[in-house]
């Protein structure tokens, strides 16, 4: 069990302001401790305690980390391969465990989420928070304005219909599309199924998440105002 260590500091430390301006948030009722009203004072274990800022909670474990990776062809989402592929674990520091957010296929490029944090890798992935995930899509041929028609109100799949979708032709064979649900293979048998399959599939946002400059192969890690802006998108499940 980790020492309780008071309120203002640990808001403090995950970039809420000095003591003194995190002193004030919690006199004027707006910092919760387990669903309660926090007073000044009060002190928080980290490893069991629920602190929340305006009804959102926050991240206060000093071990969870959170990295963003932008994914290159031939690697996949998963810890380890028994087929000896290489993996996104082995392309962000190996010193804290983690875990991807979510899957891409091998051969989908683009942003992923990595992190030990569990409760916000739940709530990105559950599709009852309709966080959203972007993509680029190049497909073969042009779409017809039925074909995007038929994108944006549902696909029928063999696991059923997809949930509507927005999507908008960038140029006569890319289109961007915007989902928010986390099926396997999703993009790419929407695109199958209204006869323009995917020649390259790039995620370039998930939720407020996105970053143009970010090399393929290369990772970051989240900026406190990032976390909590994740945290804030899935604040409440649709």
């Given at each position: 069990?980790?020492?309780?260590?008071?309120?203002?500091?640990?808001l403090?430390?995950?970039?809420?302001?000095?003591?003194?301006?995190?002193?004030?948030?919690?006199?004027?009722?707006?910092v919760?401790?387990?669903?309660?009203?926090?007073?000044?004072?009060?002190?928080?274990?980290?490893?069991?305690d629920?602190?929340?800022?305006?009804?959102?909670?926050?991240?206060?474990?000093?071990?969870?980390?959170y990295?963003?990776?932008?994914?290159?062809v031939g690697?996949?989402t998963?810890?380890q391969?028994?087929?000896?592929?290489?993996?996104v674990?082995?392309?962000?520091?190996?010193?804290?465990?983690?875990?991807?957010?979510?899957r891409?296929?091998?051969d989908?490029?683009g942003?992923l989420?990595?992190?030990?944090?569990?409760?916000?890798?739940?709530?990105?992935?559950?599709?009852?928070?309709g966080v959203d995930?972007?993509?680029?899509?190049?497909?073969?041929?042009t779409?017809?304005?039925?074909?995007?028609?038929?994108?944006?109100?549902?696909?029928?799949?063999?696991?059923?219909?997809t949930?509507?979708?927005?999507v908008?032709?960038?140029?006569?064979?890319?289109?961007?599309?915007?989902?928010?649900?986390?099926r396997?293979?999703?993009?790419?048998?929407?695109?199958?199924?209204?006869?323009h399959?995917?020649?390259?599939?790039v995620?370039?946002?998930?939720?407020?998440?996105?970053?143009?400059?970010?090399?393929?192969?290369?990772?970051?890690?989240l900026?406190?105002?990032?976390?909590?802006?994740?945290?804030?998108a899935t604040?409440?499940?649709t």
């Open positions: 069990m980790s020492e309780p260590e008071r309120l203002q500091r640990v403090s430390r995950v970039g809420f302001g000095s003591r003194r301006v995190c002193e004030d948030l919690i006199a004027e009722g707006r919760s401790v387990n669903d309660e009203i926090a007073v000044l004072g009060r002190r928080v274990d980290w490893e069991q629920r602190v929340a800022v305006d009804g959102i909670a926050i991240g206060v474990r000093p071990d969870q980390v990295f963003l990776l932008n994914k290159p690697v996949v998963t810890a391969d028994p087929q000896g592929r290489p993996t674990v082995q392309l962000v520091p190996d010193d804290i465990r983690v875990f991807p957010v979510g891409l296929d091998a989908t490029e942003l989420l990595l992190t030990n944090d569990g409760e916000l890798t739940h709530r990105l992935t559950h599709p009852s928070f995930k972007e993509y680029l899509a190049w497909v073969q041929g779409p017809t304005r039925g074909a995007l028609r038929t994108l944006r109100e549902g696909v029928e799949l063999d696991d059923g219909i949930a509507p979708a927005r908008a032709a960038v140029a006569p064979d890319l289109l961007r599309i915007t989902i928010h649900e986390g396997n293979r999703q993009i790419r048998r929407m695109c199958d199924a209204v006869g399959p995917v020649r390259r599939l995620r370039v946002r998930i939720g407020p998440l996105s970053d143009s400059k970010l090399a393929p192969g290369a990772w970051r890690r900026e406190l105002d990032e976390v909590r802006a994740l945290s804030d604040a409440v499940a």
